[in-house]
């Protein structure tokens, strides 16, 4: 019984503070915008990025990660690594559909590198590498990197000790995937937007 309710508080902490919509309140504060209904459409900090500026951008991409990190830190410290992944996992869902919002959230990059920085950070090393090479060095696309990055993540994590880690890495990846369906499309195209050149040529 004593598990079953620390396994509660590790869900309903991850989801309710996964589910805070930085993005969404940034553009609100500072530039009096609804930020879904400007660039992408997106509460996240590529967006905010896009529409704000790099300084928000980074704003929302800390604030993002951080709402991820903490969650696990702070069940892991006082519990163990199970309510981590819970509260983690339960983050991811709280940023894909906040409830503060009607269920319209972000693609779960910030928060999912928030989560596997803590959870499992040798792979989350790799996964950034592979983000940093695909998205801003080969391609310019962050959708490109992010989602080159989730699936090497899910790869590198099968490699560890923790299946349960591996399990929830896999289930993010494919989640983040669906979330970038019209992101691939873009980049099928060539019209997908870049961080600096405008559009494919």
Request: overall charge positive; aromatic content about 14%.
């Amino acid at each position: 019984m004593k598990y079953f309710f620390i396994y509660i508080l590790a869900i309903c902490f991850g989801y309710l503070l996964g589910s805070i919509p930085f993005g969404y309140i940034i553009a609100r504060k500072k530039l009096g915008i609804d930020i879904r209904e400007h660039g992408s459409g997106n509460i996240g900090a590529t967006n905010i990025w896009r529409v704000a500026g790099k300084k928000y951008g980074a704003i929302c991409f800390a604030l993002d990660f951080l709402k991820g990190f903490v969650p696990v830190i702070i069940l892991i410290y006082f519990y163990f690594e199970r309510a981590g992944i819970a509260a983690g996992a339960s983050a991811v869902i709280g940023h894909f559909f906040p409830v503060w919002i009607k269920g319209k959230g972000g693609k779960g990059i910030a928060t999912g590198a928030g989560i596997f920085s803590a959870l499992a950070p040798i792979p989350f090393l790799f996964a950034l590498l592979t983000f940093a090479v695909v998205g801003p060095l080969a391609t310019r696309t962050i959708s490109a990197g992010a989602i080159t990055g989730a699936v090497v993540l899910a790869f590198m994590c099968w490699l560890s000790p923790s299946k349960d880690i591996a399990v929830v890495s896999t289930i993010l990846a494919g989640m983040i995937i669906y979330k970038h369906r019209s992101n691939i499309k873009r980049l099928y195209d060539g019209t997908e937007s870049k961080i600096w050149g405008g559009l494919e040529q």
